[in-house]
């Protein structure tokens, strides 16, 4: 079955770089968009970062733009969010998720996984 | 940037209940909406997607409709399970943004 696991994250201080990855098993990963969520404590689901199947193209939240990059290695099955300049409110649990369904240039988000902790902290 | 915006922020409801959330764009979106349920310390669920299309799973309880700018979620008797935060969310372009979500508890 679909599986996403996020890793990477911990505790960072303000102006530090911290790098996330999401193992993906359980289907074809070169056919599926991906995405990054994320949810700071107690508060709602923000959508950071999407990449086509292809990682063609890729696209940003607002409030992540020219610090974040969403990569993936579709060789290696594994998606990554490059995080730098990070901020107190960059502090969020990090959802890897994946399209509903394959080959689509845009669509819902169909799997999430269970999330990695980032804080940001001095 | 289209934003997204739900009514109510939370809601109290009986068992056996209709229940109806609402999600409005600030600018037409088609109908590339979807739906999420989270319940308390738990991943995301996708309930339906295309504003009105079910996710193989989901019971037929849960039903959306809209199109363009303002969409619904519908719960047509709602069920002790079904206390979650629910989100909308638009796919329709490069940013797919989320509502800021309503809550939903049993009276």
């Known amino acids: 079955q679909v599986q996403l696991v996020e890793s990477g994250g911990g505790v960072v201080q303000p102006g530090r770089s911290l790098r996330l990855s999401c193992a993906a098993s359980?289907?074809?990963?070169?056919?599926?968009?991906m995405h990054w969520v994320r949810q700071a404590p107690g508060k709602g689901l923000e959508w950071v970062a999407v990449?086509?199947?292809?990682?063609?193209?890729?696209y940003y939240a607002d409030s992540v733009k020219g610090r974040f990059t969403i990569s993936r290695d579709n060789s290696k099955n594994t998606l990554y969010l490059q995080m730098n300049s990070l901020r107190a409110e960059d502090t969020a649990v990090y959802y890897c998720?994946?399209?509903?369904?394959?080959?689509?240039?845009?669509?819902?988000?169909?799997?999430w996984g269970q999330g990695t902790l980032v804080t940001v902290s001095s | 940037d289209i934003q997204m915006t739900q009514s109510p922020s939370s809601l109290s409801a009986s068992v056996g209940d209709r229940v109806t959330i609402t999600c409005r764009a600030s600018?037409?979106?088609?109908?590339?909406l979807a739906w999420y349920q989270q319940k308390p310390g738990k991943v995301p669920k996708l309930l339906i997607y295309?504003?009105?299309t079910l996710q193989s799973g989901v019971p037929s309880r849960f039903s959306g409709s809209g199109s363009g700018t303002d969409f619904t979620l519908t719960i047509s008797s709602l069920q002790p399970e079904d206390v979650a935060t629910y989100y909308c969310?638009?796919?329709?372009?490069?940013?797919?943004?989320f509502g800021p979500g309503t809550k939903v508890d049993i009276k």
């Open positions: 998720a994946r399209d509903s369904r394959r080959l689509q240039l845009t669509d819902a988000v169909g799997y």
């Open positions: 359980g289907f074809t990963f070169s056919s599926y968009g």
């Open positions: 990449i086509w199947y292809d990682g063609s193209n890729k």
């Open positions: 600018q037409g979106i088609s109908n590339y």
């Open positions: 295309a504003a009105s």
């Open positions: 969310q638009k796919y329709n372009s490069a940013l797919h943004t």
